[in-house]
């Protein structure tokens, strides 16, 4: 099977990633662990405006997400040249809102900034090492709306 490049995604519609999610296998929540580099995919102006767009809930200068390996994480951002660890979240196994299949989740805790604790990342694995992420805000109407991005794993990152 032809591993998809960064460059093919970027060239897909929106709506073609929930076919490409569905057709994808959940991760092992276990092998989450570790450090993943986020790379927003899609459309041009899905691309240009994902970083301003996560800068309004608090995630500015975004760089990924670090799993714990015990069923939690947090996202890293890139802030006054050093990466932080910044918003927790948790992993769940749970019935996709994407394409209602089972699936992996991360979800954020109550009280954590507007919008994240109405928001939820899926992830699928796309290859090795690279996992699809659709970024779903968990409201009725908005569900439709699925926003990609990739993780990748990463062995060694300098500041973490």
Do not use: C
């Not at 749970?94 to 994240?116: E, K, N």
Request: hydrophobic share 40%; no cysteine; glycine share 10%.
């Amino acid at each position: 099977m032809h591993e998809l490049t960064s460059q093919e995604l970027n060239q897909r519609s929106l709506r073609s990633f929930k076919q490409l999610f569905a057709s994808l296998a959940p991760p092992d929540p276990l092998s989450l662990q570790g450090v993943h580099q986020a790379e927003f995919v899609g459309p041009a102006w899905l691309r240009r405006s994902a970083g301003p767009l996560l800068a309004l809930g608090g995630l500015q200068n975004w760089w990924g997400k670090e799993f714990d390996g015990s069923g939690g994480g947090k996202n890293i951002v890139r802030r006054r040249g050093s990466l932080e660890r910044v918003l927790p979240m948790e992993i769940q196994e749970r019935v996709s809102l994407v394409d209602a299949r089972p699936g992996v989740a991360l979800t954020y805790p109550p009280g954590s900034r507007f919008p994240w604790p109405r928001f939820v990342d899926e992830l699928r694995q796309l290859s090795e090492g690279r996992l699809l992420g659709l970024g779903v805000m968990n409201v009725r109407w908005l569900r439709k709306l699925a926003f990609p991005f990739l993780l990748h794993s990463r062995e060694h990152v300098d500041g973490l």
